[in-house]
């Protein structure tokens, strides 16, 4: 499960209407490897298609917060619930944070990144271009779905 | 302090060089990227493949890469050896998925294909 934040809904020709909390939600299981990307990316190691995968699951697993981890530590008695607590301290829609959090099972936890703010250019290209979007939904959902096969 | 008001451009090209043994094809360039059968890279690499193809023209000397010396030597042994040399350009003013391998740097080999995607200008 990802979800792409977009804060300004406008678009323009002309100039960027990109705000700096642009970024995305995704659900994954809390203990999560580079060894279950590639194997849901179905690559082979040491190749330019493992290296990729690698880039994409370091950008995606060590820049963004964990938003679960941050708000039971720090937030639990200012907000009741993480929705509340993602609008007010990251300005994330409940429209989006309602969505993926309904999404969430036991053993996962959701991550926050922006664009603006040590997202790496491959997660930023994979989230951004509709063909490489649908390939990074699908690895993230291979990887949730094998995690709940394992730990049943 | 001197302030640009007006549109800066920021566009890049990547060449690409491409040797085969025989024709380049989709089979050998997943192979050669790492692809297992029902990868979801798979329309990823679809798509670079045929920006590929759209974009590569024969080469039949090196001396366009003159001053990359490894590359230049790795172009005149393939034409030596009847290898099939192609040469091309990514742009980042088209889609997003050209504009990223357009400013990725890669270097792939195996025994039937080569392809380098290192040179990179902003």
Redesign the interface.
């Known amino acids: 499960m990802i979800e792409k934040i977009t804060i300004n809904e406008r678009e323009s020709d002309y100039y960027s209407t990109s705000d700096s909390k642009d970024g995305f939600l995704i659900i994954l299981p809390e203990k999560c490897s580079f060894d279950d990307f590639l194997i849901a990316a179905k690559v082979e190691p040491k190749t330019y298609g493992s290296v990729l995968v690698s880039r994409l699951y370091h950008s995606l697993m060590t820049f963004s917060i964990n938003v679960n981890d941050e708000y039971c530590k720090y937030y639990l008695k200012e907000y009741d619930n993480l929705d509340l607590f993602l609008f007010w301290k990251y300005c994330i829609p409940f429209s989006i944070s309602k969505k993926v959090l309904a999404q969430l099972q036991p053993g996962e936890i959701v991550l926050y990144n922006t664009f603006s703010s040590g997202c790496s250019w491959t997660a930023d290209a994979f989230i951004d271009d509709p063909i490489m979007m649908k390939t990074l939904t699908e690895i993230i959902n291979e990887v949730r779905r094998s995690y709940r096969e394992n730990s049943k | 302090m001197k302030i640009r008001s007006d549109f800066v451009t920021n566009s890049s090209s990547t060449s690409f060089v491409i040797v085969s043994k025989g024709e380049f094809t989709k089979e050998l360039f997943f192979k050669?990227?790492?692809?297992?059968?029902?990868?979801?890279?798979i329309?990823?690499?679809e798509?670079l493949f045929f920006l590929f193809k759209e974009k590569m023209a024969v080469l039949d000397n090196s001396n366009l890469f003159a001053d990359n010396v490894e590359l230049k030597r790795i172009i005149d042994e393939s034409l030596k050896t009847g290898k099939m040399v192609s040469h091309g350009k990514l742009s980042s003013e088209d889609?997003?998925?050209e504009?990223?391998f357009c400013?990725d740097s890669?270097e792939?080999k195996n025994d039937v294909l080569y392809i380098n995607g290192v040179e990179c200008y902003w």
């Open positions: 050669l990227v790492g692809l297992q059968e029902n990868s979801p890279l329309p990823v690499f798509k889609d997003r998925l504009s990223f400013t890669f792939m």
